[in-house]
């Protein structure tokens, strides 16, 4: 069954802890996406990764850290420098320009 | 600068009339607009979109049309059912890469 995966659904994290957030597909899609929501708040873009081993900052890239070295996996770490880290994030595909964005079920992130 | 605005936060109906839900872009470069329906701690789901050649496009109960001269879309649903009680995010894109979300609409159908 296709899809993206985001593990664990909820995580929780000492203040000062970098922590690696998972995103896995098997869609087959060029391009994958971490976004983050906050409580009133929309969809806001951290990074995105068009191609393997390339990716581009969205426009809240600060404190965030990915990397793309698979088509399949494109896990974002939250390091200690993002301020304030606790949020819902999402991870989605996109198959090609003009295809719409398909998303993961989130994970859900709380420092204390 | 949110470039992709939804006003009404939340949004009641009754069961089987319609709804309509609306979005605003400041972003004229914008030529892909989308609809996605979410569930608390859930992803987003897509529903519907709409290509900017084109004014409307329909899918079941599902309808999209585009204002390009008034950087405007809107989602009707028609008849509304208690299920679709839900937030509903608009995106747009430009050339396909970056997606910009609106800050949603909480829609409640009352049975």
């Known amino acids: 069954d296709g899809g993206i995966t985001q593990s664990p659904k909820y995580l929780f994290r000492k203040e000062g802890q970098n922590v690696t957030l998972s995103c896995e597909q098997n869609l087959n899609h060029d391009a994958m996406y971490w976004y983050r929501q906050d409580p009133g708040q929309g969809l806001r873009l951290i990074y995105y990764s068009q191609i393997v081993n390339d990716f581009q900052k969205g426009d809240i890239a600060e404190g965030y850290s990915v990397s793309r070295e698979k088509k399949e996996s494109f896990p974002l770490t939250v390091t200690s420098a993002q301020k304030n880290p606790t949020a819902f994030y999402l991870c989605?595909?996109?198959?090609?320009?003009?295809?719409?964005?398909?998303f993961g079920n989130g994970t859900r992130l709380t420092v204390t | 600068d949110q470039q992709v605005k939804q006003n009404s936060p939340s949004l009641s109906v009754q069961e089987g009339r319609i709804s309509i839900l609306n979005c605003d872009y400041t972003n004229s470069m914008f030529d892909y607009f989308l609809w996605y329906k979410k569930y608390p701690a859930e992803g987003p789901t897509f529903l519907i979109s709409i290509s900017s050649i084109k004014d409307k496009n329909e899918d079941g109960r599902f309808t999209v049309f585009l204002n390009k001269s008034a950087k405007h879309l809107s989602l009707h649903i028609v008849p509304s059912q208690p299920g679709d009680s839900a937030v509903y995010f608009c995106?747009?894109?430009?050339?396909?890469?970056?997606?910009?979300f609106g800050t949603g609409t909480s829609l409640t159908v009352i049975p």
């Open positions: 989605a595909s996109r198959y090609r320009v003009g295809s719409p964005l398909h």
């Open positions: 995106a747009a894109s430009a050339l396909g890469n970056q997606f910009y």
